[in-house]
């Protein structure tokens, strides 16, 4: 029971699943585990690591520098435990043993795989016991998704993109004050991982509603939502409905110049799509690097202070803060000046 109210004592998905691991980890000790999450495509599906547990230390992906995906040696087995969803046994290195739980959404689709290596071969009533672990996790995350996710679009809601900013903040000024404190040299930031947050607004979206009706509008809202979420982004790169007509992308990209073709890609795409009875939908696109605000409302500020020039100076395109503001085309409002990093 403890572990139960321990498992669904958390709001935050990574928090979540550490408690899962370190649930598991209490009733099974001494075994490795492993959470990936699956996504189904028609004819494939892709595994990336939400989490792991070595030696009762706990890393999930909140924490992504720390994880090493490694389940090459694992593959054949994870997929037959997803082609069949059910239980898959097989023989490890050492004389172990891989078991492989799948966990169902509810809908009956598989969307994650639990991975325990051990030296012992589980019986009958723990292999139940760790199903309905799982099916506690599956039935919680699926609940705080609901209160995290917008209901028009299914996109991630604004409350959320908060939190997620905050927590980016926080990561980067703590990977910027470790560097500092191991190395005088300030090219290491270079090869950090960077994180890019854009604001995307539908240009003249008012004119759409009038023309069409505001039912005819938000199917435009969906579609805009379903493009930037599919093919445009990569899989860890986040999407949220920020407001009406408002979309903010956060995406991880190792320079400016990565970044502003990653939002290029997204407009363009937007701009090529054929969308029942108009001939074109743009979007302007304002970005800028989450490093040193203040808050996510600076954060967003800036981008918006970008999209806001996008939008007076001919629409159908991607700005970034920090070039506007080092050509003098817009000038600072808040008071961290962008790239002089304010520890906090
Ligand atoms: N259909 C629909 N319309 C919305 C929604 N939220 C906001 N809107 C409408 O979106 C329109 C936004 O218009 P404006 O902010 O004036 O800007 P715009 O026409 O998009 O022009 P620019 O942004 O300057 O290119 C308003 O008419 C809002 O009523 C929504 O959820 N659904």
Redesign the pocket.
């Known amino acids: 029971m403890d572990n139960l109210a321990e498992i669904t004592s958390h709001h935050d998905r990574h928090v979540l699943e550490k408690s899962l691991l370190k649930t598991l980890n209490e009733l099974f000790p001494a075994q490795d585990l492993r959470l990936f999450r699956v996504r189904q495509h028609a004819d494939n599906h892709e595994l990336s690591l939400l989490a792991f547990c070595v030696n009762s230390v706990i890393v999930s992906a909140d924490e992504p520098a720390k994880l090493q995906p490694s389940q090459s040696d694992l593959s054949e087995a994870l997929s037959r435990a997803i082609a069949k969803g059910d239980v898959e046994l097989a023989a490890g290195k050492n004389g172990d043993w891989n078991i492989i739980y799948p966990a169902f959404d509810s809908h009956g689709d598989i969307f994650a795989v639990l991975l325990i290596s051990t030296n012992l071969v589980p019986s009958a009533s723990d292999q139940r016991l760790v199903y309905s672990i799982l099916r506690v996790y599956s039935n919680y995350l699926s609940l705080i998704e609901k209160t995290q996710k917008d209901k ?1 679009t299914g996109l991630y809601n604004r409350e959320t993109l908060d939190n997620e900013i905050t927590k980016v903040l926080v990561r980067q000024s703590d990977h910027f004050a470790q560097e500092i404190s191991s190395s005088n040299d300030s090219r290491r930031r270079s090869f950090a991982i960077k994180y890019w947050l854009g604001v995307l ?7 759409i ?1 009038d023309s069409y009706g ?2 005819y ?2 199917e435009v ?1 969906i579609l805009v939502a379903r493009l930037m979420s599919s093919g445009c982004i990569r899989d860890d790169d986040l999407v949220y409905r920020y ?3 408002e979309f903010v992308v956060l995406l991880k990209a190792p320079n400016e110049e990565d970044a502003a073709h990653t939002f290029n890609r997204i407009r363009e795409m937007i701009s090529e799509h054929e969308f029942p009875q108009l001939k074109q939908v743009t979007t ?1 696109i304002g970005f800028v690097e989450v490093l040193g605000q203040q808050s996510p409302s600076d954060v967003i500020g800036q981008a918006d202070e970008a999209l806001y020039y996008a ?1 007076q100076n001919g ?1 159908n395109q991607v700005q970034s803060y920090r070039e506007l503001i080092e050509q003098g085309k817009i000038h600072h409002t808040s008071q961290v000046a962008h790239g002089d990093v304010e520890l906090f």
């Open positions: 028009l607004d539908i240009d003249h979206f008012k004119v509603n505001h039912l509008g938000d809202i407001g009406g007509e302007s939008k629409r």
